[in-house]
Nanobody, 124 residues
Framework: QVQLVESGGGLVQPGGSLRLSCTASGNIRTIYTMAWYRQAVGKQRELVATITSGGITDYVDSAKGRFTISRDNAKNTVYMEMNVLKPEDTAVYYC??????????????????WGQGTQVTVSS
């Protein structure tokens, strides 16, 4: 009943920038924490950045100073601006949302949702 759709990945040279977007749709009442995770080949999924509904942010150490997470609550959208990208940032990036929504059979249902993933490749 809730979908997250991501966009903005791609191929970029080291030192370049990308902006990821993720929009939630459905019978949404409230979105609590939103976040970006990433998973590189052969590695576990890693939390990159989080943002609460009130705008409080947190980052993994490797992203601090280079990535900025933000959200537009009116659009149910989370963004992540990524600057000074490095080859080690190469991964599939997934958005996450903690959502309160009205389901078909029950109202005020709270659940975690994930986007489908978008590939970010940093290479010369």
């Amino acid at each position: 009943q809730v979908q997250l759709v991501e966009s903005g990945g791609g191929l970029v040279q080291p030192g370049g920038s990308l902006r990821l977007s993720c929009t939630a749709s459905g019978n949404i009442r409230t979105i609590y924490t939103m976040a970006w995770y990433r998973q590189a080949v052969g590695k576990q999924r890693e939390l990159v950045a989080t943002i609460t509904s009130g705008g409080i942010t947190d980052y993994v150490d490797s992203a601090k100073g280079r990535f900025t997470i933000s959200r537009d609550n009116a659009k149910n959208t989370v963004y992540m601006e990524m600057n000074v990208l490095k080859p080690e940032d190469t991964a599939v990036y997934y958005c996450y949302a903690d959502v309160l929504y009205d389901g078909i059979w029950r109202v005020n249902t709270r659940a975690d949702y994930w986007g489908q993933g978008t590939q970010v490749t940093v290479s010369s």
